[in-house]
T-cell receptor
């Protein structure tokens, strides 16, 4: 089955710790994206990558980092510099104008 | 810059028809998309309008008028399972492929 997987589904971390969220796609898409969603809010773009070994900051990149070493993978690291990291994180990929989303990771900082 | 505006909430009854509007300010874009998101889930693609006019996909239709900077999603024969948030989105020219999303409209379908 083609699609996007994110792991883990739920993640808990202590303040001051870095954590990496996984995103893998087998849709052969060049472009991949990371969004953050807070309760009752829309999607805010964190980082995106249009091609392997290249990525750009989105609207709220501070406190986050990414890498794109393989076409299939676009991991997101939430660093201790992110002041309010508790949120729902969504990864997506696209071939043209349609984005396909993974199931999301719900991160809670304790 | 680019921005999209949607109503924050809409309520309708089962079997009815509801229209969710999306007005936008953008210098130019490739097309208008609509996504559905159930509570706790991921957004899923519903519809895309590259050209002005109506696109129909089963009970859902989407409309775009570039001259009016306006689009809408029309849901017919509403079902309880249609209760969800609906987002409009555009991919602007010179935006590097990223989509700009509206804030979303929460649709509540009542029995």
């Amino acid at each position: 089955d083609g699609g996007i997987t994110q792991s883990p589904k739920y993640l808990f971390r202590k303040e001051g710790q870095n954590v990496t969220l996984s995103c893998e796609q087998n849709l052969n898409h060049d472009a991949m994206y990371w969004y953050r969603q807070d309760p009752g809010q829309g999607l805010r773009l964190i980082y995106y990558s249009q091609i392997v070994n290249d990525f750009q900051k989105g609207d709220i990149a501070e406190g986050y980092s990414v890498s794109r070493e393989k076409k299939e993978s676009f991991p997101l690291t939430v660093t201790s510099a992110q002041k309010n990291p508790t949120a729902f994180y969504l990864c997506a990929s696209s071939g043209a104008d349609t984005q396909y989303f993974g199931p999301g990771t719900r991160l809670t900082v304790l | 810059g680019q921005s999209l505006e949607q109503p924050s909430e809409v309520t309708a009854v089962e079997g009815a028809i509801v229209q969710i509007n999306c007005t936008y300010q953008t210098s130019g874009f490739y097309g208008l998309s609509w996504y559905q998101q159930h509570d706790g889930g991921a957004p899923t693609f519903l519809s895309y309008n590259a050209l002005d006019g109506l696109e129909e996909t089963g009970r859902f239709s989407s409309f775009l008028s570039r001259s009016d900077s306006y689009g809408y999603l029309l849901l017919q024969e509403l079902q309880m399972k249609d209760s969800a948030s609906y987002f409009c989105a555009v991919r602007g020219y010179n935006q590097g492929g990223k989509l700009i999303f509206g804030q979303g409209t929460e649709l509540s379908v009542k029995p």
